[in-house]
């Protein structure tokens, strides 16, 4: 069973920057896919950048350019670097992580972009 702790998340203004964490613990190892997720009210949840073991990334569209995910594998910890954000980032953003038949959430945490 995989355990997450997120950190992070809060009120900035227009342009300003936020930095989410997360870190897993539990009986894992080997190869696996964390990420980050957020979700409008009323909203299906949405893939924001997802990062593998190995280095892939991925990421939506709309945060290109300003956000950037990174992995420590040695501390099993995903950071989410948040810069330039905008009103419409406003969400509850949520760490997940993926194994197989590992799919793990977090509590998810909330980002508000309003001046």
């Known amino acids: 069973q995989v355990q997450l702790v997120e950190s992070g998340g809060g009120l900035v203004q227009p342009g300003g920057s936020l930095r989410l964490s997360c870190t897993a613990s539990?009986?894992?190892?080997?190869?696996?896919?964390m990420g980050w997720y957020r979700q409008y009210p009323g909203k299906q949840r949405e893939s924001v950048a997802r990062i593998t073991t190995v280095g892939a990334t991925d990421y939506a569209d709309s945060v290109t350019g300003r956000f950037t995910i990174s992995l420590d594998t040695s501390k099993n910890t995903v950071t989410l670097q948040m810069n330039n954000l905008r009103p419409e980032d406003t969400a509850m953003y949520y760490c997940?992580?993926?194994?197989?038949?590992?799919?793990?959430w977090g509590q998810g945490t909330q980002v508000t972009v309003s001046s």
């Open positions: 997940n992580f993926y194994r197989g038949r590992q799919d793990t």
């Open positions: 539990g009986s894992f190892e080997g190869f696996y896919i």
